[in-house]
């Protein structure tokens, strides 16, 4: 058995939107190997029930912790606002950061009047798993947003279709909140246009950032820093012809380790 600091780092996502928080990883942590599981043959899983979600999670741990890995990072929002706790209860003896608690602990910091909007897909939203997290004190608005996963996939990043439909879901946290949080994998893909609509007064929070440093946190505390690796593995459950060029977008650098696995048979 591998020493414990030696073991990889475990990320999961419905799809290839965790690479964004891939990437915060490897700027926090350089060293450390990672295995990346994309669950691109189901995704999307924010249009899915809390039953399904579940299941699929199970699944997605599984997978990870046949590679020993040292911790778990849920990268998915909608995993970590539907299924997190449920995860944890299933004591697997293995540390699982989900991505919620990090980002909304961002906002409240940054909230000066004390109203955030919260965006994410159709399950976060309807979890109400941020705004269970924030002080009475606190105003928060919900917005789901699920045309923004299919438009940062398409690469509609700018131009006149994004900005319309992030009109569409924003206009009305403009004059009501100061700070908003990307509740969603792929909406830093968007940042740009939804900074656009929201104007800049208005912070965005990517909670990847936070997550990144609370894992580094968790590791440096433990003695559990690798001082070696560095390496990415990416598992995806389908990989369609295009996919390469849309992974090295939300990653933001290049790939050359991606294989392909079945959850079921693995
Ligand atoms: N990864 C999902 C999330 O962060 C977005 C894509 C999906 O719906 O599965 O919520």
Redesign the pocket.
């Known amino acids: 058995m591998r020493e414990v600091n030696r073991r990889p780092i475990g990320v999961f996502?419905?799809?290839i939107?965790?690479l964004t928080v891939v990437g915060e990883l490897r700027r926090c942590l350089p060293q450390e190997d990672i295995i990346y599981l994309g669950d691109t043959a189901r995704?999307?899983?924010?249009n899915k029930s809390e039953d399904t979600i579940k299941k699929f999670a199970i699944q997605d741990t599984e997978f990870l912790i046949k590679f020993q890995v040292k911790v778990i990072v849920v990268a998915?929002?909608?995993v970590s606002s539907v299924a997190l706790e449920f995860l944890k209860d299933r004591n697997l003896g293995i540390p699982i950061f989900g991505v919620v608690e990090p980002g909304v602990k961002v906002a409240i910091n940054k909230s000066r009047s004390r109203k955030v909007g919260v965006i994410?897909?159709v399950a976060?939203i309807n979890s109400g798993a941020h705004k269970r997290l924030f002080p009475e004190d606190f105003e928060v608005i919900e917005k789901a947003c699920p045309l923004f996963?299919p438009l940062a996939e398409e690469g509609i990043n700018s131009g006149s279709i994004a900005k319309d439909v992030a009109e569409l879901y924003l206009a009305h946290l403009r004059e009501k909140v100061d700070t908003v949080i990307l509740g969603?994998?792929?909406y830093p893909i968007l940042k740009d246009v939804i900074r656009d609509v929201l104007g800049s007064e208005i912070s965005l929070v990517d909670p990847a950032e936070e997550v990144a440093k609370e894992v580094r946190d968790f590791l440096l505390k433990g003695g559990l820093l690798n001082s070696g690796g560095g390496n990415l593995d990416i598992y995806l459950t389908d990989i369609p012809p295009h996919y390469l060029e849309l992974i090295e977008r939300f990653l933001g650098d290049r790939v050359n380790n991606l294989k392909k696995v079945d959850l079921e048979n693995h």
């Open positions: 996502d419905s799809g939107g965790g995704v999307p899983y924010g998915c929002n909608t994410g897909t976060t996963v969603c994998t792929h």
